[in-house]
């Protein structure tokens, strides 16, 4: 259902884009998402750490700091209503000499300037007795940094945007912006037009500013390799572990954070590139393992089961902590109704909530915004099948045959799950949209039992020619057709 | 806890292990018996395999996997041994309590004995880490066979094969038969990871080229695979600057080595062996869990079907004779083996009267040699020669005379 012409355009569905859908969804507004790609979460958004950031490392005073710390407080509340994986578990950001806790000691001056939480100094005894594995003189204890799952937090706010009126069009790559009064943007496929434009377009919104006739900005993408451990079922470490930041100020340094899912992520590098290129490296793996061994030794026991990368959208060619640039949130100075949000590298998926908040407020400014009385702001936990009790299980499956029968080994999914995620609202049909709906695929033999199921069930099930199936982005087709016709 | 139901053994897993060892328990005595199997069909991987080569040392005939498969099922059936497809185990506990569900519901099961025999899974290139982008077109070989023989998927046109296990060769020669090409089979090590005979029949008789010390450095394409670089490796494997080329490939299969499927047995305490990946046994295939054995490929990787079905065999034996006795465990001896051996197995040595049948594998391959197996008094136990022996077979050794003491295996 196309309301074109529409009040607010927003360009990219990544965290920010859909966290300000939903947020506008709360209004009497008609609101579209164009995004370019197959599938939600498809960018930075699902390429980073998954870190609720609890706000102390960001300067006072910054867009970043405020927003942070503003998100930092709505995702739980948020995680309640809408049911996406958050985990409370804490950080430790270790040091082993005195320079470092001159370090420690400012980042926590910083946080508690910043409003940030629970922040406390900690030596030898009570990090060996909170983290046995961890061999650290001193660490910044965090009781309250928390953990998502990137993707399910941006699904959900799409899936609850959706249920409140919002118009999500993927496959639509904006390729041309021109305005006459108000806006109008041509996507691969449909124009569409409104009054106001939103561009989180994430690693390209210095492109679809440009577009619009803003050209003050510019990106420069600082990749960030990861590997991923198998679950860590004897818990070997059981907060994050980080080192203390380096000094250019890229990143945070490589880190070891346990997933919502019990997976240990082990990254990111940090490395200035002159494309969009997702590959992993050879050097980069190999480092990276090395750094998180020295942090915590007995990692080396847990099978790598996957790597992936992300990318940062810098504002700037960063060498030294100095080289600080805020993130950029307003109404363009030069495209009036043109809302820029660029720049949005860590903490954005923490302030993903405080960023929509910003921009809600920015169009309040200039519209009388009306309440949308039929805005329900929640959404049902779907089953889980693992997490449930044994009576739990039984019930369940009494209920519906489907979640008796198993399609991924790994990760224990059933085909009721992996039905559930089939059927999604947007009508995501990609094996990794799949995937990151229900989890079959991701575990330790990354989709080699699943695969097959998944397929047979798409084609026999739901018609999809096997030569149309996609892993994701268009030109992603897993096969060439049939052997025999 | 209430139970849905009590049984006296279960076994965990219906390909060759699985179903010859619930044959052998019932052979020995045990009538209540349940096997389990998450597919929906018995057979294991057997039913992908439609090409033959099995059962020449079990059945003393070429037969092709499903056939090789069937011939035990019909056995399975005959003795009226009870069994349910379609259920997967999720849970197992020291005390062997199972949980395991099934479209039917969810059910939890105590067992007095239960035997092991849930196969392994593929290594993938996450597993070897290979670097670049991440596009479609990489599977491993055991996927793409079910993909090609079970589901008539056109998976590739120009594919290119890295590791040289057997699945591998398998599929290049399917692959070649169905009117793909095949770019090549890659493989680090300077020898094949596949049996002799599937280089010849797989690769050499449909001039299928095999490059050694040779492996994937890097991964090309966006949205699909476009190629990859391979690279020389030297004999430390170690790669050669400047050996790199770019291969075209719309395809890539990985048959780089199997993980014996031991996440079940973890939950229940089952100490895991790394030279293996499977279970510490013992010569009568129990775990360090009294009760718990296993068998097949989720003990130890093996290259022929026949030899997973024989070494079930004997644990379905000993299983039955501890449901029957309810023995305390006997006194153990250690297997202990030499720089050249990659691994033995079992790691243990009951005391008993009986032949002990022990397996083991090289780590590189070695002409005119002599294994010898020694007791700690340095009696010859077993001295055999062997004009070759290589990393790509299992061999196994059966000592007749009772052992009393600690054992070695040396290759001299
Ligand atoms: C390595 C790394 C680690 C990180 N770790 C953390 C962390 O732990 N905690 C934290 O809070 N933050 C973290 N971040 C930051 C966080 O991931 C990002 O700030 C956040 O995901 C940005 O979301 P976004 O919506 O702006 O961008 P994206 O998710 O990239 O969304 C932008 C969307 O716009 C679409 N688009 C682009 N061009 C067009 C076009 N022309 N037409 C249509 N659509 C278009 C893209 O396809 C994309 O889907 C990390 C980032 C990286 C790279
Ligand atoms: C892809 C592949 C191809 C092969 N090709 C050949 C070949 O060409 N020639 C040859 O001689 N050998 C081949 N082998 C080796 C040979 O087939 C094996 O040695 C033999 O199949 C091992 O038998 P198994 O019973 O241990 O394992 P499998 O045949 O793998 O059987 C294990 C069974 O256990 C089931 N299972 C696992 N976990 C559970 C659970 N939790 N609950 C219920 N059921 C479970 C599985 O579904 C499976 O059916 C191949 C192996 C693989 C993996």
């Not at chain 1, 070891?256 to 082990?266: A, S, V, Y």
């Amino acid at each position: 259902m196309c309301k074109n012409p529409y009040d607010v355009i927003i360009i990219g569905a990544g965290v920010v884009g859909c966290a300000c859908g939903r947020e506008l969804s709360k209004y009497k507004l008609n609101v579209a998402v164009l995004e370019k790609n197959t599938d939600v979460s498809e960018g930075i958004s699902k390429g980073n750490s998954g870190v609720v950031h609890a706000g102390f490392y960001v300067p006072y005073g910054t867009l970043k700091a405020r927003t942070n710390v503003e998100g930092f407080f709505a995702i739980p509340k948020l995680a309640a209503e809408l049911n996406f994986p958050y985990k409370k578990i804490g950080k430790l950001v270790i040091s082993n000499d005195k320079y470092g806790l001159t370090e420690l000691k400012r980042l926590k001056e910083a946080g508690d300037k910043n409003g940030c939480i629970g922040l406390e100094i900690i030596t030898e005894k009570q990090i060996s007795h909170i983290e046995p594995k961890v061999k650290a003189k001193y660490a910044l204890f965090s009781k309250e940094t928390a953990i998502i799952s990137p993707y399910l937090f941006t699904i959900a706010l799409v899936e609850n945007a959706l249920k409140n009126g919002v118009d999500f069009f993927l496959n639509h790559e904006v390729i041309k912006i021109w305005k006459d009064k108000e806006f109008f943007v041509q996507t691969k496929k449909d124009t569409f037009h409104s009054k106001w434009l939103i561009n989180a377009a994430g690693l390209y919104s210095d492109k679809i500013s440009c577009l619009a006739g803003d050209k003050n900005h510019k990106i420069f993408p600082c990749r960030g390799e990861y590997l991923v451990t198998d679950k860590d079922n004897e818990k070997i470490i059981n907060r994050m572990i980080y080192p203390i930041p380096p000094k250019d100020g890229a990143s945070l340094g490589v880190h070891i954070t346990p997933t919502t899912d019990g997976n240990i992520l082990i990254g990111p590098s940090a490395e200035f590139i002159n494309n969009y290129g997702l590959e992993n490296t050879k050097q980069f793996l190999n480092e990276m393992k090395e750094d998180a061994f020295k942090m915590v030794p007995e990692l080396k026991r847990l099978p790598i089961i996957r790597t992936y990368s992300g990318i940062r959208p810098k504002l700037i060619y960063a060498k030294t902590k100095k080289d600080f640039r805020d993130f950029v949130i307003e109404e363009s100075k030069t495209v009036p109704k043109l809302i820029n949000i660029i720049g949005i590298e860590s903490p954005g998926l923490a302030a993903a909530p405080a960023i929509a908040n910003l921009v809600l407020n920015i169009i309040g400014n200039k519209e009388n915004l009306n309440k949308n009385e039929q805005f329900d702001a929640y959404d049902p936990k779907k089953p889980d099948f693992q997490s449930l009790s044994v009576e739990e299980k039984k019930e369940l499956i009494k209920k519906n045959p489907d979640f008796g029968e198993i399609i991924c080994r790994c990760e224990t999914i059933t085909k009721g799950e992996l039905l559930n995620a089939i059927n999604n609202p947007l009508g995501v049909k990609t094996l990794d949209g799949i995937k990151r709906r229900c989890r079959a695929g991701m575990g330790r033999c990354q989709g080699g039992f699943c695969t097959p199921r998944t397929i047979k069930i798409l084609r026999k099930e739901y018609g999809i020619k096997e030569k149309d199936i996609l892993k994701n982005e268009n030109n992603s087709n897993l096969f060439f057709g049939k052997i025999k016709e | 806890m209430k139970y849905d139901r009590f049984v006296d053994l279960v076994v965990i897993g219906g390909g060759p292990a699985g179903l010859s060892t619930a044959i052998s328990a019932k052979k020995n005595g045990i009538d209540d018996i349940l096997l389990l199997e998450r597919e929906l069909c018995l057979g294991g991987i057997l039913n992908q395999c439609i090409h033959d080569g099995f059962g020449l040392h079990l059945f003393k005939e070429n037969l092709t996997g499903p056939e090789y498969a069937q011939k035990q099922i019909d056995e399975l059936k005959t003795l009226n041994i009870s069994y349910l497809t379609d259920a997967m185990v999720i849970n197992l506990t020291k005390s062997k309590e199972l949980e395991f569900i099934h479209r039917t519901g969810h059910k939890l099961i105590k067992a007095k004995a239960v035997i092991l025999a849930m196969g392994c899974r593929e290594r993938t290139r996450f597993n070897i880490q290979i670097p670049g982008t991440r596009p479609s077109g990489i599977y491993t070989a055991g996927t793409a066979q079910n993909l090609v023989n079970l589901q008539n998927i056109k998976i590739g046109k120009n594919i290119l094969i890295l590791g040289s296990g057997d699945i591998g060769l398998i599929m290049a020669r399917r692959l070649t038969l169905e009117g793909m090409n095949i770019a090549g089979v890659y493989e680090i090590m300077s020898y094949t990871a596949g049996l002799e005979r599937n280089i010849q029949q797989c690769l050499n008789d449909y001039s299928i080229p095999l490059f050694l010390s040779s492996t994937v450095t890097e991964i090309f394409g966006k949205g699909r695979i476009e190629g990859v670089n391979i690279g020389k490796v030297d004999k430390d494997l170690k790669p050669i600057t400047h050996s790199e080329r770019f291969v075209k490939c719309d395809t890539l299969l990985l048959s780089v080595g199997l993980i014996p499927e031991n996440e079940l047995s973890k939950k229940a305490g089952v100490k895991i062996t790394d030279f293996t990946g499977g279970a510490v046994v013992d010569s009568e295939l129990q775990t360090n869990i009294e009760g718990i054995f296993s068998c097949g490929n989720v003990l130890q990787i093996h290259d022929l079907a026949d030899y997973a079905s024989l070494e079930a065999k004997r644990a379905g034996y000993f299983a039955a004779r501890y449901i029957k006795s309810k023995q305390k465990r006997y006194n153990r001896y250690k297997i202990n083996f030499c720089e050249k051996i990659k691994y033995a197995s079992p790691n243990y040595i009951v005391e008993n009267k009986e032949a002990i049948i022990v397996s083991f594998r090289i780590k590189k391959p070695a002409k005119n040699v002599v294994l010898i197996v020694k007791d700690r008094e340095n009696n010859i136990l077993v001295k055999k020669k062997f004009i070759r022996l290589l990393p790509s077979e299992l061999i196994q050794i059966k000592l007749e005379r009772e052992v009393k003491s600690d054992i070695y295996l040396e290759i001299e």
